[in-house]
């Protein structure tokens, strides 16, 4: 092979500098003056969904997650039934919030079952609807690796899902951070009674709405500040100490942790504003009259921010 003329190598090498100067003037246009970073792979995609049309979602034989439409921090999950969202989400409400369940240990499977048989509950009953800060969620995965914990199926694609809506991050192999931002909350489709077991599995369209709307003001307390702030205020200095121990005893006896006042506020919040259907809260829920839950009511009503 001849070797290349001197000038030839000259235009050459001038045509090569040439390409690389349009090359990265293309670049810096595009990145905004800067140098673009490769586009990360796509993300799968989660419509977003109204209040409204997270109600009309009809049943399907599997998850169907949404963000809230406008408010794109909360995650919403319709699972088909109560059984396939306490697959999913059962062991991480016995280590975040259930009581008789420590704070530090993921549950075995042999351990979740003993927990429910303690609660008197069955997979399906243990939670009728799930809410979680997306740092919980961290936790509680973080934790079940380092403590070698085998987690199921249905877990392991939650964490997937988290992961890919943003919710989670890894952090180290095995170990998540968490979007502290947004949430998680949970609710299921329509079922049937199973009369075969001494619980109630029943979740007619009522109660449907009642505990979407009740996990909604969750995701709401964990992504909006003014109403967390007014939340606290309400427990803290419009209810006297007396109120505070009657609803404490009330949410230990639904399963609550009643040492977290965190989640003591979140829930009364909850309970007191957000969950109509009578079945699951009313006034002789907290042994007092129903003019007593209404003064109640008016009281947390009293400089409660408007929501965006």
């Given at each position: 092979m001849r070797p290349a003329h001197p000038v030839r190598l000259i235009w050459l090498g001038l045509l090569l500098l040439a390409l690389a100067l349009a090359g990265g003037a293309l670049l810096m246009r595009h990145a905004g003056g800067g140098m673009q970073a490769p586009t990360p792979p796509s993300q799968p995609g989660v419509a977003p969904a109204s209040v409204a049309e997270l109600l009309a979602l009809r049943a399907a034989a599997d998850w169907q997650p949404r963000w809230l439409r406008?408010?794109?921090?909360?995650?919403?999950?319709?699972?088909?039934?109560?059984?396939?969202?306490?697959?999913?989400?059962?062991?991480?409400?016995?280590?975040?919030?259930?009581?008789?369940?420590?704070?530090?240990q993921v549950l075995t499977d042999a351990g979740l079952q003993a927990a429910l048989a303690a609660a008197d509950d069955n997979e399906a009953s243990y939670f009728l609807g799930h809410d979680y800060r997306a740092d919980d969620l961290a936790r509680f995965f973080s934790l079940a690796q380092a403590q070698q914990v085998t987690l199921n199926a249905d877990e392991l694609r939650l964490r997937q899902l988290?992961?890919?809506?943003?919710?989670?991050?890894?952090?180290?192999?095995?170990?998540?951070?968490?979007?502290?931002?947004?949430?998680?909350i949970s609710?299921?489709?329509?079922?049937?009674?199973?009369?075969?077991?001494?619980?109630?599995?029943?979740?007619?369209s009522q109660r449907r709405e009642s505990v979407?709307?009740?996990?909604?003001?969750?995701?709401?307390?964990?992504?909006?500040?003014?109403?967390?702030?007014?939340?606290?205020?309400?427990?803290?200095?419009?209810?006297?100490?007396?109120?505070?121990?009657?609803?404490?005893?009330?949410?230990?006896?639904?399963?609550?942790?009643?040492?977290?006042e965190e989640l003591m506020v979140n829930e009364t919040q909850a309970m007191l504003m957000h969950t109509p259907d009578t079945r699951d809260f009313d006034a002789a829920s907290l042994g007092i009259g129903a003019r007593e839950l209404e003064g109640l009511r008016a009281r947390f009503r009293e400089g409660m921010p408007v929501e965006e």
């Open positions: 406008g408010k794109g921090a909360v995650l919403v999950i319709q699972f088909p039934n109560l059984w396939a969202q306490g697959r999913a989400l059962n062991r991480a409400a016995a280590l975040i919030e259930k009581s008789g369940t420590r704070r530090d988290l992961l890919d809506a943003g919710l989670l991050q890894t952090a180290a192999p095995g170990q998540f951070n968490g979007n502290s931002d947004r949430a998680l609710f299921s489709a329509e079922q049937a009674d199973d009369p075969a077991t001494p619980q109630d599995e029943g979740m007619d979407l709307r009740h996990e909604l003001s969750h995701g709401r307390y964990f992504t909006d500040a003014r109403y967390r702030d007014h939340c606290r205020h309400f427990w803290t200095e419009l209810l006297s100490e007396t109120e505070r121990q009657t609803w404490r005893r009330y949410l230990d006896r639904l399963g609550y942790d009643p040492a977290n």
